[in-house]
């Protein structure tokens, strides 16, 4: 069956600009979660959203950063006057519950010039 | 963010050799997971782990939970050219949801 998918794999952009990136979760998967990965670092938490429950939104980094998700079914994460400190890789993952295992899509490499 | 301390960085090993890896931290964790991951590609679950204590293998690769809930270490024996990649561990605690905190990774390269 089909799994995380992201767009776009890869984004350039000038600093200054705002960005969206999309994540689409494995069908039926009610929790969400989206990952910063910076380059040779391991993965940080952004934010998590279950269902129709307000999200846990301690992960990021600052109120430049935002993310929706419509239901259960597709997410954004939107960066606003991104500045090249937001280079990395965005990762979005899906889970079948809270607490079951989380289902990794290839990510979305964004590089702010 | 946190993340938590993993070693070796990196490891250049010729295949058939055995690799151990470890991870550890200040703070307790209530699971233990690690993934691999290949270039371009999101992480993949190998193993997770529940209890302190446990050991759990999944074909050539095998992991312990920590007794005191704040380590854990995994082996791959007999390794093959396709365990290249970066091991991430990660700690989750039960927020409610399961809150990963990853580890620094460390990247296998495997000579044939």
């Known amino acids: 069956g089909a799994g995380v998918s992201q767009s776009p794999s890869n984004k350039v952009t000038e600093k200054g600009k705002d960005v969206e990136l999309r994540c689409d979760p494995i069908s039926g998967h009610t929790a969400l979660y989206w990952y910063r990965q910076r380059l040779g670092q391991g993965l940080e938490f952004l934010i998590y959203f279950q269902g129709n429950s307000a999200p846990d939104k301690s992960g990021l980094p600052s109120d430049r950063f935002s993310a929706e998700r419509t239901g259960e079914s597709v997410s954004t994460l939107t960066i606003q006057r991104t500045q090249q400190e937001d280079s990395a890789v965005y990762l979005c993952?899906?889970?079948?519950?809270?607490?079951?295992?989380?289902?990794f899509g290839p990510g979305t490499r964004l590089l702010v010039l | 963010g946190q993340q938590l301390n993993q070693s070796p960085q990196s490891m250049f090993i010729q295949e058939g050799e055995d690799v151990s890896m470890n991870c550890t931290s200040s703070s307790i964790f209530n699971t233990w997971l690690w993934y691999k991951q290949d270039p371009g590609e999101g992480p993949v679950l190998l193993i997770a782990?529940?209890?302190?204590?446990e050991l759990t293998s999944n074909g050539r690769l095998t992991a312990q939970f920590g007794i005191t809930r704040k380590d854990s270490f995994l082996n791959i024996s007999a390794s093959i050219p396709s365990d290249v990649g970066i091991y991430f561990c990660?700690?989750?605690?039960?927020?409610?949801?399961?809150?990963?905190?990853f580890g620094t990774g460390t990247r296998l390269l495997v000579s044939p």
């Open positions: 782990l529940y209890k302190a204590g």
């Open positions: 993952a899906s889970s079948l519950g809270r607490a079951e295992t989380q289902y």
């Open positions: 990660a700690g989750g605690v039960n927020t409610g949801f399961q809150k990963l905190v």
